[in-house]
């Protein structure tokens, strides 16, 4: 038995008014009317998750059934956000010397000044969508955390499972969050750095794919190339022919034929950029939003003469200090390079070089290069 499928399923119809009983590996469901014919099963519903053992009278149910399909329907109608309560785990002291230098490593700069208290932190999980669009489709789905009080980048993956699968506490949380936020701005607020970190996920896991392609492109167009080359060439060695005849007639002939081949062979090339063009689509399904007990951990970070203070956070799932995000992407940055500027905590990509003078600069600092191409 699917325990996943079947406890979302027994959860969806009990939300939309339906009576739910389990029976060993199946459940039984007497639906209202407009849930039933939405669904477009009986009122009266034996469904089971284990096609090995399923009864003579119930519709069989797997990720692949139509009615998963009908599913969405009525999940549509029901919200995006949820606030869950936290689970109930206890704080350890720490070092903030040891946790901060152990999880950051400036590679121009030094930290000092670490300092930790107890607090509470509110983090904003994200459902995540993807989608590549290229020559071939693929789809996935991946969870994104942001701590939204310090903006850092905790590693939480499977939270949002264990948080939904606590039936207690729910309505205080809600009241813990609505009481005096507003919900959807936290949530807006939240997916700027958690648009940034899906990004980088989904990269990381669309690499293979990605580089598949690329490697099928550049062979398709190898092939390409050697094939209108060789027709360029045996009209080269015919119009140099027809010169050495003196014949013009001819040679206006293979000079319009090797115009015919240029222009084919871009042609050509624009429909192999066009069928390897890839694109990659992310879309936020669903939000939860929690609070976790939390040591707010706070450094001050060196650039030469310049510094400035971080605040990043300590949480009790992951055990571990959380990543400050990027100043220029809103990554999270375990190796970061500080800019001479202002002190920004930056990846690689974003203190990289200048594609046309070579110059390093700061991506936060600056959209493009500062200095004045010619």
Not at 31 to 42: F, Q, S
Not at 232 to 240: C, G, L, Q, S, V
Not at 334 to 356: F, K, N, P, W
Request: hydrophobic fraction near 40%.
């Amino acid at each position: 038995m699917s325990s996943q499928l079947a406890d979302f399923t027994a959860r969806l119809l009990t939300r939309n008014g339906a009576l739910v009983e389990h029976h060993h590996d199946e459940i039984v469901a007497v639906m209202p009317p407009a849930l039933a014919a939405e669904l477009d099963v009986a009122e009266y519903q034996r469904l089971a998750f284990d096609r090995r053992t399923a009864g003579p009278l119930a519709l069989v149910v797997d990720y692949d059934s139509p009615l998963v399909e009908r599913f969405g329907r009525v999940v549509e109608t029901l919200g995006r956000i949820a606030c869950a309560p936290s689970p109930p785990v206890a704080l350890k002291a720490i070092d903030p010397e040891e946790v901060v230098t152990r999880a950051i490593t400036l590679t121009n700069g030094i930290i000092r000044d670490c300092r930790a208290e107890t607090g509470r932190a509110r983090y904003v999980g994200f459902l995540v969508q993807f989608e590549l669009l290229a020559d071939e489709r693929i789809s996935g789905m991946t969870e994104v955390w942001v701590n939204h009080t310090t903006r850092s980048v905790p590693r939480l993956e499977g939270l949002v499972t264990r948080l939904l699968s606590s039936r207690e506490g729910t309505a205080d949380a809600t009241a813990e969050v609505a009481a005096s936020d507003d919900v959807r701005g936290i949530v807006a607020d939240a997916w700027a750095t958690g648009g940034a970190v899906a990004r980088g996920q989904v990269e990381n896991r669309l690499h293979d794919a990605i580089a598949s392609l690329r490697r099928r492109r550049e062979r398709d167009f190898t092939r390409l190339r050697e094939y209108y080359e060789a027709i360029d060439e045996e009209i080269r060695r015919r119009a140099r022919r027809a010169l050495m005849k003196k014949d013009e007639a001819a040679v206006k002939a293979e000079t319009s034929r090797l115009e015919a081949t240029a222009q084919a062979f871009r042609g050509r090339v624009a429909e192999l950029v066009d069928r390897y063009r890839v694109r990659v689509r992310l879309e936020p399904l669903a939000a939860t939003i929690c609070t976790l007990p939390v040591h707010h951990v706070t450094a001050r970070i060196f650039r030469r003469s310049a510094s400035r203070t971080i605040a990043v956070a300590w949480n009790v799932i992951d055990r571990a200090l959380e990543l400050p995000a990027c100043d220029g992407c809103g990554t999270g940055v375990s190796t970061a390079t500080l800019c001479d500027d202002r002190v920004h905590l930056l990846c690689s990509r974003c203190q990289g070089d200048c594609e046309t003078c070579g110059r390093s600069y700061c991506r936060a600092c600056h959209t493009r290069c500062p200095r004045q191409h010619r």
